[in-house]
């Protein structure tokens, strides 16, 4: 559950305003391919709840509390890959691989894993899987992150890009208790352009 919450209304104009504002190849805006293929699940599998719309349902107050002006310094490619590593790859897949990746709900837990794996490939993904799989069992508390990008570097050239992050993250159980935290953590991502469903799409390959 996130600390603060926002209707899905203004979900809604958000998604609006920053489609209309981003370069084509961002319209991807959140992470969420509608006409991607997804992990099949059986009929005897088949969880009460479509994990997707659960993770959807989840990432509205998420989406409504981010910061939308963080990427507005930059422009062209730069804008395209900031927004691309906050929104599609840590709001929209991260956070819920979070939340989600240790749940008892089998479903749910793929589809989240599955969503990470979009967005995160290499080291990147080794090093998110390897944190989470120490936490206990169970769905957890993640707070809104909070990241600021320092400086963005990309090659269009090379299809890659740099940039240097403040990052804060916190994640608990039901109880308050810390699972996982870093507060005002510096680091550096790279980013690597591959083919997409529309154009092209960034994903994350390293974090320093």
Same mark, same amino acid.
């Given at each position: ?9 203004? /979900?809604?104009?958000? &998604? ?38 659960? &993770? ?5 107050? $998420? ?39 240790? =749940?008892?709900?089998?479903? @749910?837990?793929?589809? &989240? =894993? ?6 995160? =490939? ?24 909070? $990241?600021?990008?320092?400086? /963005? ?6 299809? =890659?890009?740099?940039?240097?992050? $403040? ?11 810390? $699972? ?18 529309? @154009?092209?799409?960034? &994903? ?5």
């Amino acid at each position: 559950m996130v600390r603060r919450s926002i209707g899905t209304g203004i /979900v809604v104009a958000l &998604v609006t305003v920053l489609a209309a504002s981003a370069p084509a190849s961002a319209f991807s805006l959140f992470g969420f391919n509608f006409g991607s293929s997804q992990p099949a699940v059986s009929e005897q599998t088949q969880p009460a709840t479509d994990p997707q719309q659960e &993770v959807d349902n989840f990432l509205n107050d $998420i989406i409504a509390n981010a910061d939308v002006n963080t990427c507005l310094q930059f422009t062209n490619h730069e804008y395209e890959v900031c927004t691309a590593y906050i929104f599609n790859s840590a709001m929209a897949d991260l956070v819920p691989y979070y939340k989600f990746a240790n =749940s008892t709900n089998a479903s @749910l837990a793929r589809f &989240v =894993s599955y969503r990470l794996d979009s967005r995160y =490939s290499g080291q990147a993904n080794s090093l998110i899987r390897d944190r989470v799989v120490g936490w206990p069992t169970g769905e957890f508390d993640v707070d809104v992150p909070s $990241i600021k990008i320092l400086s /963005v570097n990309s090659s269009l050239a090379n299809n =890659s890009a740099t940039l240097q992050t $403040i990052e804060t993250w916190r994640v608990a159980d039901d109880s308050g208790n810390t $699972i996982y935290e870093e507060t005002n953590a510096y680091h550096t991502i790279t980013m690597a352009r591959v083919p997409s469903y529309v @154009l092209h799409k960034w &994903v994350v390959t390293s974090i320093q």
